[in-house]
């Protein structure tokens, strides 16, 4: 499978940006997917997931009520709206396909996108 994030950028605190991943390699509408970031020197945390028909969404703390996560299994694509961005945002952001067990960790997933930065200014 291949994962191809897209998406990131510079804004300004209060800002939104959209994320985009693009699925190939296997059937994307059989997968659960997730959305995890990692912030420099820090260890990369679960941010979202989505179940493999877009029923059921999960999200982090941090993030709940600003960002959505959302798929069209039509394109092959997941997608993650983040709105009123935070300096403490600032991260490269990585979409990931589940494998097993729990969606909050990053040992459910075997397969990983190569990030892409969003940086939010104050």
Same mark, same amino acid.
């Given at each position: 499978v291949q994962l191809q994030a897209s998406g990131g950028g510079l804004v300004q605190a209060g800002?939104?940006?959209?994320?985009?991943?693009?699925?190939?390699?296997r059937t994307f509408?059989?997968?659960?997917m997730g959305w995890f970031r990692q912030a420099p020197g820090k260890e990369r945390v679960f941010v979202? &997931?989505?179940s493999w028909g877009g029923v059921s969404t999960y !999200?982090?703390?941090s993030v709940k009520g600003r960002f959505t996560i959302s798929r069209d299994n039509?394109?092959?694509?997941?997608y993650l709206q983040m709105n009123s961005l935070k300096p403490e945002d600032t991260a490269?952001?990585?979409? &990931?396909?589940?494998?097993?067990?729990?969606?909050?960790? !990053?040992?459910?997933?075997d397969a990983?996108?190569?990030?892409?930065?969003?940086?939010?200014s104050s």
């Open positions: 800002g939104s940006l959209r994320l985009s991943c693009a699925a190939s390699g509408s059989n997968y659960a979202a &997931a989505i !999200y982090a703390d039509a394109k092959n694509t997941l490269v952001y990585y979409c &990931a396909q589940h494998d097993r067990g729990s969606f909050y960790s !990053y040992m459910g997933y990983w996108g190569q990030g892409t930065l969003v940086t939010v």
